[in-house]
């Protein structure tokens, strides 16, 4: 790139990797202790059973399994529908950021379509199924890409444009739907806290990633002419530049995709607007829906649920959408079931493929291990002066 925002700066900083005997970095992996795995799963059967038993009851809804089990069948195989047309959408957005790009990686060859399917849906299902706002799925995503051939620099840096990418259609609607309903333009109301505060909290989010776009493409190096002194302040500095440089050339380098115009960007659209199309597919499975604004927001609003230290959000994404339909005036029975609903749908069932993806994975990445492996060994057998193999001509 021309800016030098993927290659430039100083060196990364070491990342504290597993490595086997051979040196090699081993897959990411969530170590349990036996009661850490009773505790998560009294958590887990705990929540299951409190948001598709308890809640229904409070909220009059009734048993809700029988309830879901009664839903308009066409509309759920719709909303199933849209939920791969939401990963195929995620998939296309990756290939774009890490395959597509122009750079003099060799790693290409590996990324083919079928890789990059494991990649992005065992990283999805680590995503789900351990808590840490999706830092397990990035983790594994990660060490694949380093896996492949890609250098960690340059992972790192895509990692960060990728999500820059996604996540500003994420902030682009809250900042444009919460307007719109506090305004009065689009249908819905709403009162100041559900609709202006979240388009508050977008606009201080565009302003970070602009004023990180501002930093100089030399700032690591800026900053590491400080830390040449040595001591506890020098190597303060030298940590200081690592996390702003690295996202600075992350945010350039989404923009450069954009510029780009490649057309596999609008991924980015299709995982936000096919996943959101699924709720709003469970509210015609059990009552009319609410204005499309509000399912917008009230979806946007309860996916923040994701931060919160718990396993995929269990609790945390349910309770905050309920609660944000509910500050709207949407019927709370209707409102329950269709939220629950979506989250059958958009959590357990790509969590099962992405677990089988996860296996895949290992499987792919140890094969690339024994091709270097055979690599390194042919090498050695032709180089000049290398003794002939066992039974080989002379």
């Known amino acids: 790139m021309a800016d030098g925002s993927e290659t430039g700066g100083a060196t990364e900083a070491p990342e504290p990797l597993t490595r086997n005997p051979h040196g090699e970095e081993e897959m990411p992996r969530v170590r349990l202790t036996r009661r850490q795995v009773v505790v998560l799963g009294i958590f887990l059967a705990s929540a299951i059973g409190f948001l598709y038993f308890v809640l229904p009851k409070l909220t009059s809804a009734g048993e809700t399994v029988n309830r879901i089990e009664r839903g308009d069948k066409w509309w759920v195989a719709v909303g199933v529908l849209l939920e791969v047309l939401s990963f195929g959408g995620y998939v296309v957005l990756f290939r774009t950021v890490f395959v597509k790009r122009p750079h003099p990686q ?154 780009a115009k490649e057309w596999g960007i609008l991924g980015a659209l299709a995982w936000w607007g096919f996943d959101i199309a699924v709720l709003w597919a469970m509210f015609h499975a059990f009552g009319e829906p609410p204005p499309f604004t509000v399912i917008w927001m009230a979806y946007f609003v309860g996916t923040l649920g994701n931060l919160l230290p718990v396993p995929g959000g269990i609790g945390g994404v349910e309770g ?27 959590f357990w069932l790509p969590t099962f493929p992405g677990t089988v993806a996860y296996f895949q994975l290992r499987h792919t990445v140890a094969r690339w291990r024994a091709e270097e492996g055979s690599d390194v060994l042919d090498a050695g057998e032709h180089a000049p002066g290398a003794p002939a193999r066992a039974g080989a001509h002379a």
């Open 320 to 346: 905050g959408m309920i609660g944000a339909f509910a500050a709207f005036g949407v019927n709370l029975e209707l409102a329950t079931l269709a939220v629950l609903s979506y989250r059958a749908i958009s």
């Open 106 to 259: 060799s790693h290409l060859q590996r990324l083919n379509w079928r890789v990059t399917y494991e990649i992005t849906m065992a990283g999805l299902a680590a995503t789900r199924l351990f808590a840490a706002a999706g830092a397990g799925g990035i983790a594994l995503t990660a060490w694949a890409l380093r896996r492949s051939g890609m250098e960690p620099r340059l992972v790192a840096c895509r990692l960060v444009a990728f999500n820059v990418i996604l996540y500003t259609v994420y902030a682009g609607s809250m900042l444009i739907d919460g307007l719109g309903l506090g305004l009065g333009l689009f249908p819905g109301g709403g009162s100041f806290a559900i609709t202006f505060v979240p388009a508050i909290v977008a606009a201080i989010l565009f302003s970070c990633a602009f004023g990180l776009a501002a930093l100089p493409g030399d700032i690591e190096r800026k900053f590491g002419e400080r830390a040449e002194g040595g001591g506890r302040l020098s190597r303060f500095w030298a940590r200081a530049a690592t996390v702003p440089g690295l996202v600075a050339s992350g945010v350039r380098t989404a923009w450069d995709v954009v510029k």
